[in-house]
């Protein structure tokens, strides 16, 4: 174990932020209401009379910079990069508005971040609903001094392989924006409209889906420089690559990437945040123990209170154990 990976400060790289300028700005807006009945029907009435309450129970945590040093404090983490709620993204919204959704965001969070700069650092967000606005809002988040933007798995209509959004990806590259990749919602829908599979089952889908994009379509061949970390450890793709890499060796229509897909695991990120130990020594095996981040999805209840406790429990070595810790999001985000 090295000195510095030891001493490296302990880093939570997924905790979110609410913004109710960004709910008030889009309140009564022309397709607000669909998107929240598309939103209630793939979530089902039992889900949302539970998150109602749960976000309610959470909103000082979530609000208030106090409140979240405070908490960081208990769970022992020294920095967060703060990333704003998914549920901001209204990626049904037409372009002028779209565009002041994002603006909003990224100037509230880097206003919320600037109460503690030295623990807070925070992700701004892009309409991926209008690929033409992404670059000029990742500048404008890049601009209030954020380390870059979330993106969910697809927007309506678009995967994250279209080639309309290349010149984003190429902007992300050459500034060294960091990407967040965090889903909201499945296309599954009714499906997943029991149980909250809505969300243990479709989180780590959609994560699946938008990595295997961005694999199978080259576009981390074209952008090796991309800094991506997907949420949620990455769902089901990186301890089931197996069949993918078969696919691309068995099938010439998987040939959209240069080589085969496990390949290309370790040129991404991913948080440790999968409520699983055995999961998570699988997914430092399968990514490398220098590409996996400590995650808590603060402050909600789909997270873990005590992301060092769940970390601890992979059983992994000193070194892999500083480096998910904090070492390895510390390298990215250039402390070291």
Same mark, same amino acid.
């Given at each position: 174990?090295?000195?510095?990976?030891? !001493? *490296?400060?302990?880093?939570?790289?997924?905790?979110? #932020?609410?913004?109710?300028?960004?709910?008030?700005?889009?309140?009564g807006?022309?397709?607000?209401?669909?998107?929240?009945?598309?939103d209630?029907? =793939?979530?089902?009435?039992?889900?949302?009379?539970?998150?109602?309450?749960?976000?309610? *129970?959470?909103?000082?945590?979530?609000?208030?910079?106090?409140?979240?040093?405070?908490?960081?404090?208990?769970?022992?983490? @020294?920095?967060?990069?703060?990333?704003?709620?998914?549920?901001?993204?209204?990626?049904?919204?037409?372009?002028?508005? +779209?565009?002041?959704?994002?603006?909003l965001?990224?100037e509230g969070?880097?206003? &919320?971040?600037?109460?503690?700069?030295?623990?807070?650092?925070?992700?701004?967000?892009?309409?991926?609903?209008?690929?033409?606005?992404?670059?000029?809002?990742?500048? &404008?988040?890049?601009?209030?001094?954020?380390?870059?933007?979330?993106?969910?798995?697809?927007?309506?209509?678009?995967?994250l392989?279209?080639?309309?959004?290349?010149p984003?990806?190429?902007?992300?590259?050459?500034?060294?924006?960091?990407?967040?990749?965090?889903? !909201?919602?499945?296309?599954?829908?009714?499906r997943?409209?029991?149980?909250?599979?809505?969300?243990?089952?479709?989180?780590?889908?959609?994560?699946?889906? *938008?990595?295997?994009?961005?694999?199978?379509?080259?576009?981390?061949?074209?952008?090796?420089g #991309?800094? #991506?970390?997907?949420?949620? $450890?990455? $769902?089901?793709?990186p301890?089931?690559?197996?069949?993918?890499?078969?696919?691309?060796?068995?099938?010439?229509?998987?040939?959209?990437c240069?080589?085969?897909?496990?390949?290309?695991?370790?040129?991404?990120?991913?948080?440790?945040?999968?409520?699983?130990?055995? /999961?998570?020594?699988?997914? /430092? =095996?399968?990514? $490398?123990?220098? =590409? /996996?981040?400590?995650?808590?999805?603060?402050?909600?209840?789909?997270?873990?209170?005590d992301?060092?406790?769940?970390? =601890?429990a +992979?059983?992994?070595? @000193?070194?892999?154990?500083?480096?998910?810790?904090?070492?390895?999001?510390?390298?990215?985000?250039? !402390?070291?």
């Amino acid at each position: 174990m090295t000195a510095t990976a030891s !001493f *490296a400060p302990t880093i939570d790289v997924h905790a979110h #932020l609410l913004l109710p300028e960004i709910e008030e700005t889009v309140a009564g807006r022309p397709g607000l209401a669909e998107a929240r009945a598309l939103d209630a029907r =793939r979530n089902g009435p039992a889900a949302l009379a539970v998150s109602g309450p749960m976000v309610g *129970a959470r909103l000082p945590k979530l609000t208030d910079a106090a409140v979240r040093l405070a908490a960081m404090d208990a769970q022992g983490v @020294d920095i967060q990069l703060v990333s704003p709620s998914p549920s901001h993204y209204h990626y049904w919204a037409e372009p002028q508005l +779209a565009s002041t959704v994002c603006r909003l965001a990224s100037e509230g969070t880097a206003a &919320h971040c600037a109460k503690a700069p030295d623990r807070l650092h925070g992700l701004g967000l892009v309409p991926l609903q209008h690929p033409d606005l992404a670059v000029e809002l990742l500048d &404008h988040a890049l601009e209030q001094g954020l380390r870059g933007v979330e993106i969910s798995s697809h927007a309506p209509g678009r995967e994250l392989s279209d080639p309309a959004y290349e010149p984003f990806w190429s902007r992300a590259e050459e500034t060294g924006a960091l990407l967040f990749l965090h889903p !909201f919602g499945c296309t599954l829908d009714e499906r997943l409209d029991q149980w909250y599979l809505s969300n243990t089952v479709g989180q780590p889908t959609e994560n699946a889906v *938008a990595l295997s994009h961005l694999i199978f379509s080259g576009v981390l061949d074209r952008h090796p420089g #991309l800094r #991506l970390i997907a949420a949620h $450890g990455g $769902g089901y793709l990186p301890t089931h690559i197996g069949r993918s890499d078969h696919a691309w060796r068995a099938r010439p229509d998987t040939h959209g990437c240069a080589r085969e897909p496990s390949s290309y695991l370790r040129q991404l990120y991913y948080d440790s945040l999968v409520h699983d130990p055995y /999961v998570l020594r699988e997914l /430092v =095996r399968s990514a $490398g123990a220098d =590409r /996996v981040l400590l995650g808590s999805d603060f402050p909600f209840d789909m997270g873990t209170e005590d992301p060092l406790a769940a970390l =601890r429990a +992979a059983d992994l070595t @000193d070194h892999d154990f500083h480096s998910v810790r904090g070492a390895n999001a510390a390298a990215l985000l250039n !402390f070291v």
